[in-house]
């Protein structure tokens, strides 16, 4: 670490579901961020932390920008907002869509607003012709003075080293931000009930999975070595906690044993996880359950 000599903290931001979580994971080489294919999947800015030569870069995943319809909705967007600003460069992430909807429109009135440095990240490249392409790095091009437009596709890696060498260019001289060995700066707690929530996304469908929360009550090591985990899972209504549990408690069975599986690996040891499932009827409206769940308004 005494060979980092500058730091750059980015900013990735773009609308929901447009791959932002999966280009952190992919940039930091490992899972930090929890992927699923709905919309509005991260609700918490995360840090990913990648040291590249004499640079440390701490990228900030936001959740996608989106019109909102519920107070934790207002508190994505207002993160999302906080952290398009006092950062050395942004990523506007988009999808290959030759038009700049009212989400990227905003972003860029909002780098343009702070006067940040900006890249323009088109992703998802692999699915489209290069035609297409090119008419999408035009009309971006003439929306806003990007100091650079670049195709990647984040789920087979293509594009990001040429990315990184872009963002290099960003970077201030200081110390690094972070330690040697960490990649992010979410408690162990925190990514637990991430990776549960994820099995949600996963395994549910609509509505019923957006409105759920997680509470980690136990986290604890035996002196052998497993770790002992009890979660509670909340959801908003009584017919969505049958859901959740599912005929027999199948679903929750299944759900459990996903996130077991991905805590063991992150945690490098054997888990023990029990789960429960209560309701908290319109949680996501309710200013003091949204605080206790870990999205702080402050």
């Not at 936001?62 to 909102?68: A, E, I, K, L």
């Not at 952290?83 to 990523?91: F, R």
């Not at 992703?123 to 100091?147: P, S």
């Amino acid at each position: 670490m005494n060979d980092i000599k500058k730091t750059a903290m980015i900013t990735i931001a773009g609308r929901p579901n447009v791959g932002k979580s999966t280009l952190m994971n992919a940039l930091v080489g490992e899972k930090i961020a929890i992927v699923s294919s709905k919309p509005q999947t991260t609700r918490n800015r995360i840090c990913g932390v990648v040291n590249r030569g004499d640079a440390q870069f701490v990228f900030l995943d936001t959740p996608g920008f989106h019109r909102p319809r519920t107070r934790l909705g207002d508190y994505m967007v207002k993160v999302v907002r906080d952290s398009v600003a006092d950062v050395e460069g942004v990523c506007l992430l988009a999808e290959p869509i030759a038009n700049v909807g009212a989400p990227e429109q905003a972003l860029i009135d909002r780098i343009k607003e702070e006067k940040l440095p900006a890249v323009l990240v088109i992703n998802k490249i692999d699915t489209v012709e290069k035609a297409q392409l090119l008419e999408v790095m035009a009309v971006y091009g003439a929306a806003h003075a990007f100091d650079a437009i670049i195709p990647i596709s984040a789920q087979r890696k293509e594009g990001l080293e040429e990315l990184m060498e872009q963002l290099e260019r960003y970077a201030v001289p200081g110390p690094p931000l972070f330690p040697e060995g960490m990649n992010t700066d979410q408690p162990e707690r925190q990514i637990v009930s991430e990776i549960v929530r994820e099995k949600l996304l996963r395994n549910l469908d609509k509505e019923v999975p957006h409105g759920t929360a997680i509470e980690v009550t136990k986290f604890s090591e035996r002196d052998s070595g497993i770790i002992d985990l009890d979660v509670t899972i909340y959801c908003e209504k009584s017919s969505h906690k049958g859901i959740i549990i599912g005929k027999s408690g199948a679903m929750l069975k299944k759900i459990s044993s996903h996130a077991r599986e991905d805590i063991e690996r992150f945690m490098g040891a054997k888990v023990y996880l029990q789960t429960w499932v209560k309701v908290k009827e319109n949680w996501r409206d309710n200013v003091n359950y949204i605080r206790s769940f870990g999205y702080d308004e402050q």
